[in-house]
């Protein structure tokens, strides 16, 4: 059985993509049924439209018309019978109340290893710091920004004169692997939360540490 999927997107739509690629794929566990967004200039709109996907732009003019954005996106996404939301560069903080009644069905992906660097700007965050290895993490969506039990996480290495927009390339195209991998092991149940944590069911074939500097 195929998982329905919705896709929340914002803006471009690259992670969509990614989603939207893999999902062609026969033995991949789901389909896209729906991409919705809060901007109605947002680029994935008309890349999911090419790729045949039904995409919508759901009003929300403001922080005051949050109860009415989310009462209709819950009627869209009940009317489609999905079964997971993929946030892909949603930039609005969901309800509370939203999270609780889709618990578990929500998951979002950030670019940087969580829990360092929350909130935006996450490449010139992992700069600042000068961590040696930053990335992406695909997690349970949970009331707080950012937060929720990790799925899974992609490392790449910050190199010597990385600038910002060069280290968010390496992030974003780990990023568009990570998540269809993370997606899978979620419809296919494989990833259950146990006391705020998801227990990753999988065999891993080699676990290789990522040095930096190469060791
Ligand atoms: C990605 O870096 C994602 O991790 C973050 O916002 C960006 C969205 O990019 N949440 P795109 O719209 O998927 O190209």
């Given at each position: 059985?195929?998982?329905?999927?919705?896709?929340?997107i914002?803006?471009?739509?690259?992670?969509?993509?990614?989603?939207?690629?893999?999902?062609?794929?026969?033995?991949?566990?789901?389909?896209?049924?729906?991409?919705?967004?809060?901007?109605?200039?947002?680029?994935?709109?008309?890349?999911?439209?090419?790729?045949?996907?039904?995409?919508?732009?759901i009003?929300?003019?403001?922080?005051?018309d949050?109860?009415?954005?989310?009462?209709?996106?819950t009627?869209?996404?009940?009317?489609?019978?999905?079964?997971?939301?993929?946030l892909?560069?949603?930039?609005?903080?969901l309800?509370?109340?939203?999270?609780?009644?889709?618990?578990?069905l929500?998951?979002?992906?950030?670019?940087?290893?969580?829990?360092?660097?929350?909130?935006?700007?996450?490449?010139?965050?992992?700069?600042?710091?000068g961590?040696?290895?930053?990335?992406?993490?695909?997690h349970y969506?949970?009331a707080?920004?950012?937060?929720?039990?990790?799925?899974?996480?992609?490392?790449?290495?910050?190199?010597?004169?990385?600038?910002e927009?060069?280290?968010?390339?390496?992030?974003?195209?780990?990023?568009?692997?990570?998540?269809?991998?993370?997606?899978?092991?979620?419809?296919?149940g494989?990833?259950?939360?146990?006391?705020n944590?998801a227990?990753?069911?999988?065999?891993?074939?080699?676990?290789?540490?990522?040095?930096?500097?190469?060791?």
């Open positions: 059985m195929s998982a329905r999927l919705a896709i929340l914002s803006g471009r739509g690259s992670n969509m993509e990614a989603i939207l690629n893999a999902c062609r794929a026969a033995d991949y566990p789901a389909e896209p049924v729906l991409v919705l967004s809060d901007r109605a200039d947002a680029a994935g709109l008309d890349t999911a439209r090419a790729g045949g996907v039904a995409a919508e732009h009003v929300h003019t403001g922080p005051k949050r109860a009415a954005f989310e009462a209709a996106l009627a869209r996404l009940k009317a489609a019978q999905i079964d997971l939301i993929c892909a560069g949603f930039m609005r903080m309800s509370a109340a939203f999270v609780e009644e889709w618990r578990d929500i998951v979002n992906i950030h670019p940087s290893l969580l829990p360092s660097f929350k909130g935006l700007d996450t490449h010139r965050q992992a700069l600042e710091a961590v040696k290895l930053h990335g992406c993490t695909v969506v949970r707080g920004m950012d937060d929720g039990p990790i799925i899974g996480q992609a490392a790449v290495p910050v190199l010597p004169d990385d600038t927009d060069a280290l968010a390339m390496r992030v974003l195209s780990a990023e568009h692997r990570l998540y269809p991998a993370c997606i899978r092991l979620v419809v296919e494989r990833a259950p939360v146990r006391s944590v227990a990753l069911e999988m065999a891993v074939p080699a676990a290789v540490p990522i040095f930096m500097p190469p060791a």
